[in-house]
């Protein structure tokens, strides 16, 4: 049986509507909420959907339904958590230690909890509240993580391999030591965040995202996109920008010696930076 988190902040109205609807919806003889019923309601486990469609249910059968479908035993068990705010099964599990790899966790409550080294592999967190969490060592490869809460959190040591990040704000977060290839991070704010010269952004799309004053000496940024880009004020000393596109980002101010330029793209970069480029190289 298949569970999922609860939302952010559930309501018992929204609960008592979503068991209502559900009935609705098996009384109209539709297919998938007969196959929710027979996937989570352990009196109905052997039957077929059809079978299903036909036998008479109450509201409290589809009551059991959703509060097994959240990771409940019961329905008073369910209510019980959401109105004494105790956290629900999924977060319990995290926080032990289990795998949730390709899971589909949404909007999943994480606040405060000590995770770290916890697996997520191609995992769904869209929307989640990691706020505080220390998420140290924490296998995030191929996870959609988008527009996901993390001011305060704690990522050292974190595999992002792949992952989508589009969105954050990583604003003076400490992201040392975090393995980065291939991540989405198109329009995050990541101003003042603190990695160091082991990060590795090769193939990072970065376009749109505010690096200002960012510290990425020794950064290899190989192959990153960072196009529109803002830069302004970054200390880029001894990075490797080879192949990377770095049109049309803001250089105002950034300190660029001893990096690595092969195949830049700077299209769009104005003129004075590029001076100030030239001079920084020689």
């Not at 992952?163 to 040392?176: E, I, K, V």
């Not at 990541?190 to 995202?209: K, M, S």
């Not at 020794?218 to 970054?234: F, P, Q």
């Not at 092969?262 to 299209?267: A, E, H, W």
């Amino acid at each position: 049986m298949a569970t999922r988190p609860l939302p952010p902040n559930p309501s018992l109205k929204s609960l008592k509507n979503q068991a209502k609807q559900l009935l609705h919806a098996h009384r109209s003889g539709k297919m998938d909420a007969c196959e929710r019923i027979g996937a989570s309601h352990p009196r109905l486990a052997e039957f077929s959907p059809q079978t299903i469609a036909n036998t008479e249910l109450s509201l409290s059968d589809a009551q059991l339904v959703v509060a097994r479908e959240y990771g409940f035993p019961s329905w008073p068990k369910l209510l019980e958590a959401v109105s004494q705010n105790i956290p629900n099964p999924v977060t319990f599990l995290l926080e032990k230690g289990c795998k949730f790899n390709g899971a589909q966790l949404e909007g999943i409550r994480l606040e405060g909890a000590r995770v770290e080294g916890f697996e997520l592999e191609h995992a769904n967190v869209k929307n989640a509240d990691f706020r505080r969490a220390d998420l140290r060592d924490a296998d995030f490869l191929g996870a959609n993580l988008e527009n996901i809460r993390c001011e305060g959190t704690i990522f050292r040591g974190a595999s992002l391999t792949g992952s989508n990040m589009a969105g954050m704000d990583f604003s003076d977060l400490d992201l040392t030591g975090i393995n980065w290839p291939g991540v989405n991070l198109n329009n995050a704010r990541v101003a003042g965040f603190h990695i160091d010269r082991h990060t590795d952004l090769t193939g990072t799309n970065l376009q749109g995202t505010n690096l200002k004053g960012a510290d990425l000496r020794g950064t290899n940024l190989c192959g990153t996109s960072l196009r529109n880009v803002d830069l302004a004020g970054a200390d880029l000393r001894g990075a490797n920008f080879t192949g990377t596109n770095l049109g049309e980002s803001d250089l105002h101010g950034s300190d660029l010696r001893g990096i690595e330029l092969k195949g830049v793209v700077l299209k769009g970069v104005g003129s004075s930076e590029l001076t100030a480029l030239a001079s920084q190289r020689e």
